[in-house]
């Protein structure tokens, strides 16, 4: 049973980078998407975007350009930094498995199957 | 404004059936599958049906999901008090190239 754990400062000043780590135990990295989503306090959720194994990620537009997500294999360790922070960007940050999947019937499949806890991450001077 | 929409509350009393909606377009849900997740109360969301209609294992035959057209809905039945969360649908939005999620519809348990 694959297990994700995030980690990383909880509390971020304006204007500087949010870097998390999330440490995947019980299986490998290879072979699947690894994704970050988010979720604001009393907010749904929001994909921040994900990475392929073979280490060729994709974000949200809207985040497209503060963001950076990368892959350690040797760590069994995907990350994620958002630069110039502002409030809006605190939330709880999930990292999970990404299940994926295209056929000409059905199209594309991005499902994720393991999360981990959640961390909360706050913008704030 | 999410990309999916999903009425914000549902309800239902033990026993019942209830359904949930989650509206798309041609380039989200009618070129793609649909994902539904639960998020129990102070709790990360779990996958509860994938790939329209399949559910992970250990997950009860009292949830199912459907899909038509550019529409999905996911539905439980013989309602529980355990059941009282938020539910999200998903998927892939070929236009944006991005995971898209519904706005959530929370469940009450009456």
């Known amino acids: 049973q694959v297990q994700l754990q995030e980690s990383g400062p909880g509390l971020v000043k304006p204007s500087e980078t949010l870097s998390l780590t999330c440490t995947v135990s019980g299986g490998s990295i290879s072979g699947y998407y690894w994704t970050w989503i988010r979720q604001p306090p009393g907010k749904g959720l929001e994909w921040i975007g994900h990475i392929h194994y073979s280490g060729t990620p994709t974000y949200y537009s809207s985040l497209k350009s503060r963001v950076t997500i990368s892959l350690d294999t040797s760590k069994n360790q995907f990350s994620l930094n958002l630069n110039s922070v502002t409030a809006a960007d605190t939330a709880v940050y999930y990292c999970?498995?990404?299940?994926?999947?295209?056929?000409?019937?059905?199209?594309?499949?991005?499902?994720?199957?393991?999360w981990g806890q959640g961390t909360l991450v706050t913008v704030s001077s | 404004q999410p990309v999916l929409t999903q009425s914000p509350s549902a309800s239902g009393t033990p026993g019942q059936w209830v359904t949930i909606s989650c509206s798309g377009s041609?380039?989200?849900?009618?070129?793609?599958?649909v994902d539904w997740y639960q998020q129990l109360p102070g709790t990360a969301p779990k996958l509860l049906v994938y790939?329209?209609?399949l559910r992970p294992s250990g997950v009860p035959d009292r949830f199912s999901g459907s899909k038509s057209g550019a529409s999905a809905s996911l539905a439980i039945s013989g309602l529980q008090s355990e059941d009282e969360a938020d539910y999200y649908c998903?998927?892939?939005?070929?236009?944006?190239?991005?995971?898209?999620f519904g706005g959530g519809t929370k469940l009450t348990v009456l």
């Open positions: 998903a998927a892939w939005d070929d236009s944006l190239n991005v995971v898209v």
């Open positions: 041609g380039s989200t849900i009618g070129s793609n599958t």
């Open positions: 790939r329209n209609n």
């Open positions: 999970a498995r990404v299940l994926s999947n295209k056929d000409f019937w059905n199209g594309y499949s991005f499902s994720f199957d393991s």
